[in-house]
């Protein structure tokens, strides 16, 4: 009768170290198809954001590319007015003091916004953002609805701003 016990025990423990044997194998094999997974995502996330960099790239050359087009429009545009103005002056017209050079706070690049009195590159961008978010400007004064752009910011640039 012992030998029956003895025989059961063993095949007891025989099937507990098959079934930890079979739970160690399993656990094993989801650890590495979890690492697997993992170093995947973490290479695709790095393509991604080498992707995502030359893409800015990019992006930044035609930036300075159109920021260099916006220059030379308005260059073009100061030297159309001032010809007019010119033109109007000998014809006993009048003209619009500061109008040669103003900014035009919905056609304006950061670089051309950050050229204003007190204006830096961050408000040039919050200029550009608001621009974008509301559709442009409506008024010079509403130029006060960025934010850190107040009354005192605003009486140093009116005359050098224009919509």
Do not use: H
């Amino acid at each position: 009768m012992e030998d029956k016990k003895t025989k059961n025990s063993k095949e007891t423990l025989k099937f507990i170290g098959v079934g930890v044997l079979v739970l160690a194998i399993l656990g094993g094999t989801a650890v590495l198809l979890w690492m697997v997974e993992k170093q995947d995502s973490s290479s695709q996330t790095s393509a991604v954001g080498q992707e995502n960099s030359v893409l800015q790239k990019q992006v930044d050359d035609l930036n300075q590319k159109i920021d260099g087009l916006n220059k030379a429009i308005s260059d073009a545009k100061g030297q159309t007015q001032s010809t007019s103005s010119v033109q109007s002056d000998s014809a006993g017209g009048s003209t619009v003091p500061g109008a040669v050079g103003q900014v035009n706070l919905n056609t304006a690049s950061l670089s051309e916004l950050d050229t204003l009195t007190g204006i830096g590159p961050t408000y040039a961008q919050r200029i550009i953002d608001y621009r974008d978010q509301t559709g442009g400007f409506k008024t010079i004064d509403e130029i006060q609805n960025v934010k850190g752009i107040g009354p005192a910011t605003f009486e140093k640039i009116k005359e050098q701003i224009t919509i």
